[in-house]
């Protein structure tokens, strides 16, 4: 078996990059030359519309980039205002298919061209505008995705006022925290939205998470009528999504802000128990993911583009929304599971809808492995040229059944690297030149450094395992952690030096090492963050939500390789000294960790621990319970434990 996949030629001949165009265009010289990389994002950003032009790319002092200052711009006129005055006004922007609620209605498809989705959101940035919303306020949205999603998000950007996007599968303590850490001014939310067949009822949660003080900072909530169910309006508060946008004067007139204004905040899991708010710039960030959407996609003007990452995610906000709406795409949503109602839904969509281009995580290209390849092949993907991957290193195994079963051996797979906080990918094939290995991402894109260090600084050798970093600014770094600038030098720019220099890199949490042939292979994270089924999770937060129930002296949570979703949650246990364990009582702790963060962050296996394994200066030694959720047992250097006893009772259990 190759373990090599070339460009296929027909794909080759026609893409956007391939080995002419690369070199004609310069970009082999790009990455390591400084007035060259500068060069590169000069020309990426000129692609965006701006109100007036920057009077100095780059301002660096690190940690902190200045990207095009001096320049202005709104985000909404490069993803949407100027394709109205091009063939694309009438070309559809966005095609949506939701999920059929309990199967009471067909399939429901609603198509929005470019020019309808410009007015929506004209529209309802005027609606928001009544409502006291200014420039640089903070709106949180906690929606299903539906179409509304990113007309809600660009409605923000339409007036400079920073989304903070909410997954909708977190709990009312989460997004609590979340309006409180960045004093929203409005929610915006539906009544519900469709999950296999189920209503989740976000608008029920909204009201939890505001029957608090902390949340004083909201003036009102918008609620999308999606689901149709009974839900309790607050007067004055409260109001329906086209109430509000009935009375309001359409927002034509767009709000320029300065390249630096942050678009957006979205929160991530970090190595303590409180995520952090992740703030990106506006000319930086669009820059990142316009120029990434059309090397990585290689978009053509035809395509049907999905990327069925939520929006509440990072990928959701750069390749469902701003990515591919600066570049005049067609994107598709879907709302809801992956394999409901039939194990076929996706192929099924693919076959009607002739989608082009679909990116997607490992854990669903693993389930879908399992569920068999004849759920696939009953369908025409005929439609589909190009596959993508992120989230999680995808195994070899799973990306030659992407690759044969879904592609049809006919489609390249770009498997991207790229963070919450690198705003757009950093890693990734060309998919009309790279020459590609399943399972790595290859190499870091134009434009972008990355680098494979030692501890102190000094490169690894090839094949030599170690951290990955960017000794070099990019335009859609994040700026900053929203209020906890302190937060942002720490976690990112402390741990890893120029040793030459002494100036810092950029850290991305993430082990990982260059093969011979120079291509990248993501290890995952070497700090306490935990990704399940490509959702990030630190085990801090799961930590601090388990010692929140009162029966709880001390939690330890690690992850453990895990088939289908990349990582399992393991939550060792120690107990108050007058409880007794019991199932009860772990079911109501996998209940409590369900209510601080969300159902998609329980713990897989709950364990009981007499003691937790401790250095002698008293930290908890998760690498021991790391392996031991892992293998059953604990091999490696205990020299440094403080007392062997906790440990050997652990294996002691695992064994009976
Ligand atoms: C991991 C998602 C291997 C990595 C865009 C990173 C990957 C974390 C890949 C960021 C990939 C993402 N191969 N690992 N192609 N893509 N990761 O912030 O550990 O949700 O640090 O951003 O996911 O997760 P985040």
Known sequence: MSDRYSPPPAFAARARINADTYSALGLDRVSDDDAERLAYWSHAAEALTWRSHWHTLLDWQAPRARWFVGGTLNATESCLDRHLSTWRRNKAAIIWEGEPLQGERPTEVRTLTYQQLH???CRFAGALQNLGVETGDRVCIYLPLVPEAVIAMLACARLGATHSVVFGGFSAEALRDRIH???CKVVITADGGARKGQIVRLKDTVDQALSDQRTSSIRHVVVLKRTGHDVKMVPERDLWWDEATANAKPLYQAVYVSAEHPLFILYTSGTTGKPKGVVHSTGGYLTGVSRSYRFVFDHKDQDIFWCS???GWVTGHSYVAYGPLCNGATIFLYEGAPTHPEPNRFWDMIE??????????????RTFMRLGDH?????????????????????PEAWRWYHDVVGGGRCPIVDTWWQTETGSIMASPLPGLTTTKPGSCMKALPGIDLCVVRADGTACDPSEQGLLVSRKPWPSMMQTVWGDDERYRQAYWSQIKDPVTGQPWYFTGDGARFDEDGALWIAGRVDDVVNVAGHRLGTAEIESALVLHPAVAEAAVVGRPDEVRGQAVVAFVTLKADQTPSDALKAALAKQVASEIGSFA?????????ALPKTRSGKIMRRLLRELATKGRVDGDLTSLEDFGAIAALQKDDES
């Open 119 to 121: 007015d929506e959101v």
């Open 181 to 183: 850490d960045s004093a």
């Open 309 to 311: 990452a939520d929006v």
């Open 352 to 365: 009607r809808h002739r989608i082009s281009i679909l990116y997607t995580a490992p854990t669903a290209i």
């Open 375 to 395: 759920h696939v092949r009953r369908h025409d993907l005929s439609s589909l040229r190009l596959l993508g991957s992120v989230g999680e290193p995808i195994n």
């Open 602 to 610: 329980r713990p897989d296996e709950i364990r009981w621990a007499g």
